[in-house]
């Protein structure tokens, strides 16, 4: 069990967590929730012992591991697999000392805590977490520093996943995610077998992931059962009820002390009010939950409605080469009062989709033709680097405003969020989610037509999402987006657009149908099939490609197999020790137990192999 018992933390002088409890059961998986800033990672911070607490105690089992994400993103020339087996340390290190191991009563001992800890399955359940997380067969045997930061961070997140610590601890999981891998993800965590505390502001997770939701607020830690939405509820009435007692406390009070004032300098009521002196002090303040109210985002009116389609898309082919365009063939139109999603996992060209549409990207052939006068309001997470970190948003209102009064300025400041002496910040001392209302104020500054929003959520609190979603909905232009944050596309979207195989394409069923086909057909999300049309004059590369995979699966295999049978050579050699039956029989009996179970890991290998080797055959030929 964990054990949170009465604990205070402040950093920098803010007293974050004041004189709190709580206590979490093992096996709970429990989401998180507060609103930015409140000091959720500060709390993760002192479970792992690496923040000291001011007062109170945190208490684990002695035997727990503890398992985070790495704050930095694994690097280096070894591939994904191993470094994501590399992450059962106990595993790694039973392996290394079984190769050098010489005594038989260690090798035993070795091999039985192996089959014990079900290690020789590890590489398929390393491959299973990869591949979820979106990395081919293909991938997984490239080195971690040919991948750039966010999926480098997937890996890490791999690594934690595949290490199954007794408690998991998640800060923000989905940050560095595609709608598919939070799909996949959520599907993960609502089976984890040990405890889990996730940090999330992803509704869909806590409903669909989690057990209980711990609430922080105003300093204090109050654990709720049930999931987001039951949170929701239970606290609505918890407010409710809480306002009810502080009111008639209140009144209480009110009463007291006008006994108290009429009477006080009166003898003979002067033990009376002395008395109820007494009651008031005794009286403990009840504090009210008050609804934080969160500024709300809204977009600027169109001047002019265009006449329609906005946008029409013929036959297009876009990327960064010619010789190899990212996506062919696109032929489609947007009308003014479109909500479009775009599914697809990162990777398949939703980016280079949304450049084009946002007129960032010329296409190499076919036609894109746009309403006269449009204008394109384009946001993206990546921006947040071209924000000027040594000027407020006052001065970047400003540019766009130069002529304009001080208080026309101020009064568009306010508009986006920032009123009075919070417009004068340095954007360095933002938060991420200040940083992103500020980038939506700035991309739809000047009215436009229709809005890209791509990943808008990421560092955004669940009131804050629910605020762009209320946005998104009132506002009368287009809107596409980019998302893995399930309830904005749901409570927003009316048509959803999947990028895949290269092309774009609508998608006619629902986002629980599109969940469940990522989740029953994971290796078509992770290694698109090739198309049939428009591919028939290129039949070699196709199969070539094809082959990639089948390939490196054989050399796994055939690795595996050469290790496995150098294990066994060394029981057999353990086992042929002339007395070593009738000097130690629950040692021979040991060995006998880790030999059986080498046998079975080497017939699997040996079947893995010859189903990959038939299956490269066939596509040979």
């Not at 990522?518 to 049939?532: C, I």
């Amino acid at each position: 069990m964990l054990s949170i018992n009465d604990i205070s933390i402040r950093i920098a002088g803010r007293l974050l967590i004041d004189q709190s409890s709580v206590q979490i059961v093992p096996g709970a998986r429990v989401g998180f929730v507060g609103r930015n800033g409140v000091g959720k990672s500060t709390l993760f911070h002192a479970i792992r012992g690496d923040l000291p607490i001011e007062s109170g105690s945190i208490a684990l089992p002695p035997r727990w591991r503890i398992g985070s994400l790495a704050q930095e993103a694994p690097d280096g020339p070894e591939s994904l697999l191993n470094v994501v087996l590399k992450a059962d340390l106990e595993r790694d290190a039973l392996l290394r000392e079984a190769e050098t191991a010489h005594d038989p009563h260690r090798i035993a001992e070795i091999q039985t805590r192996l089959v014990d800890i079900d290690a020789h399955s590890a590489p398929a359940r390393a491959a299973a977490i990869l591949s979820g997380l979106g990395f081919s067969t293909a991938d997984q045997a490239r080195s971690c520093s040919e991948f750039s930061g966010g999926w480098r961070m997937r890996v890490a997140l791999a690594a934690t996943l595949f290490a199954a610590p007794d408690l998991l601890l998640l800060d923000e999981p989905t940050n560095y995610l595609d709608l598919e891998g939070t799909l996949w993800l959520e599907d993960h965590l609502s089976s984890y077998p040990r405890t889990v505390i996730v940090i999330s502001h992803d509704r869909d997770l806590l409903d669909t992931s989690v057990d209980q939701i711990l609430h922080l607020s105003n300093g204090k830690l109050t654990l709720y059962k049930g999931n987001y939405s039951s949170f929701e509820e239970q606290r609505s009435m918890r407010e409710m009820l809480d306002a009810k007692h502080a009111k008639r406390q209140a009144d209480e009070r009110k009463r007291l002390q006008a006994f108290v004032d009429r009477f006080k300098a009166k003898a003979s009521k002067a033990r009376q009010a002395q008395s109820r002196v007494k009651m008031l002090e005794r009286m403990k303040p009840v504090t009210a939950l008050v609804t934080q109210d969160v500024h709300e985002i809204s977009f600027p009116t169109p001047e002019r409605t265009l006449s329609p389609p906005i946008i029409a898309v013929d036959n297009v082919s876009v990327g960064y080469d010619a010789a190899k365009p990212v996506l062919n063939r696109v032929t489609l139109r947007i009308d003014n009062d479109d909500r479009i999603a775009l599914l697809g996992a990162n990777g398949n060209g939703k980016s280079t989709l949304v450049k084009l549409l946002a007129g960032k990207l010329a296409p190499f052939s076919g036609h894109v033709t746009r309403a006269e006068k449009l204008l394109v309001g384009y946001f993206a997470q990546h921006q947040v680097d071209e924000l000027d970190l040594e000027a407020s948003t006052y001065d970047h209102i400003r540019r766009l405003m130069l002529d304009a009064p001080e208080s026309k300025v101020r009064a568009r400041a306010g508009a986006i969020g920032f009123s009075g002496k919070a417009a004068d910040t340095l954007v360095k001392s933002l938060s991420g989610g200040e940083k992103a209302r500020l980038l939506l104020g700035l991309a739809t500054f000047f009215g436009p037509n229709m809005i890209i929003l791509d990943e808008p959520t990421n560092h955004l609190d669940i009131d804050s999402r629910a605020a762009l979603a209320e946005a998104i909905n009132e506002f009368p232009g287009a809107v596409i987006m980019v998302s893995h944050d399930r309830y904005l596309i749901e409570a927003c979207a009316d048509r959803l657009w999947v990028v895949a195989d290269r092309t774009v394409s609508s998608y006619n069923g629902d986002l629980e149908d599109y969940r469940r086909m990522v989740l029953s057909a994971n290796g078509v999300r992770t290694a698109p099939r090739e198309r049939e049309a428009g591919e028939r004059d290129k039949p070699q590369r196709v199969r070539s490609e094809r082959r990639i995979p089948l390939k490196q699966q054989i050399s796994n295999a055939e690795a595996e197999i050469a290790r496995i049978t150098g294990i066994i050579e060394k029981i057999d050699t353990a086992l042929a020790l002339p007395d070593i039956f009738t000097r130690d029989p629950k040692q021979a009996a040991q060995l006998a137990k880790a030999r059986a179970a080498a046998a079975d890991a080497l017939q699997r290998a040996e079947e893995a192999w010859l189903e990959a080797s038939t299956q490269s055959d066939a596509t040979a030929n």
